[in-house]
C-alpha cells in the first residue's frame, strides 16, 4: 500500500523567512512518481513539480526547490525567501508508474506567510 | 494555456437528491478522475477512467456513484442519492496520452453541499 505523511500540519513565519516543508513516503513498487500540489485560498490544487523514482537529482525553481532522497523516502520542498503569496495549503503525491496512476496524497501543510 | 474547467462550482442538495457534477478536461488528454476533499482533509481518490471505461475505483466509489463520458468533451460524476457526508469539493482531472507517464492536471473543484 502507498502512504504519503506530511507532519508538519501548520507552519507559520515571517515574510523572507526560508521555509521547508517534509514529505515522506511509502511504497513497495520500484519506480513511482512523487508530486507537489500548491491549495491556495481559492481551492484549486495547482501543479508544481512531478520527480520520477530514478532520478534523485534535486531540483530548484525560482525560489522553489526540491530534495529528493531514495534512502529516507523523502521529497521535501523549501521555499526561499517566503512571499505572503506563498500562503497555501501544500500537498505532496504519489503515484505508481503501473495501473491507473491514481494519486495518493498527504494531509498538507498549511503555510501562512506573515508580513 | 488549455486548462480543466468544472461546472457548476457550487451545488447544494437535499439529502436524498441526485446530483451530477460536470468536468470538461484538456481536450487531448485521454485519462480522467475523480477526487474529493471533505473540508480540511486530504484529496482522495475516487476514480480513473481511460477508453471509456472505469481503471480503477475506490472504495468511496460505491454503488452510488457512477461516471460517464457522454461526448467528446464531457465527463461527468453522478451521485445518485446524496448522503450528508457527501458533502466535499469535488476535483475533476485529468492527464495526457502517455497516460502514466503524464502529470494530472486539476479543474477548480466543485463544492457540493448536501443538506
Known amino acids: 500500500a502507498q502512504k504519503v505523511t506530511q507532519a508538519q500540519t501548520e507552519i507559520s513565519v515571517v515574510e523572507k523567512e526560508d521555509v521547508t516543508l517534509d514529505c515522506v513516503y511509502e511504497?513497495?513498487?520500484?519506480?513511482?512518481?512523487l508530486f507537489w500540489y500548491k491549495q491556495p485560498p481559492s481551492g484549486e490544487l495547482v501543479f508544481l513539480i512531478r520527480?520520477?523514482?530514478?532520478?534523485?537529482q534535486n531540483e530548484i525553481s525560482g525560489r522553489y526547490s526540491w530534495n529528493f532522497q531514495k534512502s529516507t523516502s523523502s521529497f521535501n520542498f523549501t521555499i526561499t525567501a517566503s512571499q505572503v503569496v506563498d500562503s497555501a495549503v501544500y500537498f505532496c503525491a504519489l503515484s505508481a508508474l503501473a495501473g491507473a496512476q491514481k494519486l495518493v496524497f498527504g494531509q498538507g501543510t498549511r503555510l501562512t506567510i506573515n508580513p | 494555456e488549455p486548462e480543466v474547467t468544472q461546472t457548476p462550482s457550487h451545488q447544494v442538495t437535499q439529502m436524498g437528491q441526485e446530483v451530477i457534477l460536470r468536468c470538461v478536461p484538456i481536450s487531448n488528454h485521454l485519462y480522467f478522475y475523480w477526487y474529493r476533499q471533505i473540508l480540511g482533509q486530504k484529496v482522495e481518490f475516487l476514480v480513473s477512467?481511460?477508453?471509456?471505461?472505469?481503471?480503477?475505483k475506490s472504495e468511496i466509489f460505491d454503488d452510488q456513484f457512477s461516471v460517464e463520458r457522454p461526448d467528446g468533451s464531457n465527463f461527468t460524476l453522478k451521485i445518485r442519492s446524496t448522503k450528508l457526508e457527501d458533502s466535499a469539493m469535488y476535483f475533476c482531472?485529468?492527464?495526457?496520452?502517455?497516460?502514466?507517464?503524464?502529470?494530472?492536471?486539476f479543474g477548480p473543484g466543485t463544492r457540493l453541499t448536501v443538506l
Open positions: 482531472a485529468s492527464s495526457g496520452a502517455s497516460g502514466v507517464t503524464d502529470t494530472q492536471y
Open positions: 511504497t513497495r513498487d520500484t519506480t513511482y512518481y
Open positions: 477512467f481511460y477508453n471509456n471505461e472505469i481503471s480503477e
Open positions: 520527480r520520477n523514482s530514478f532520478d534523485e
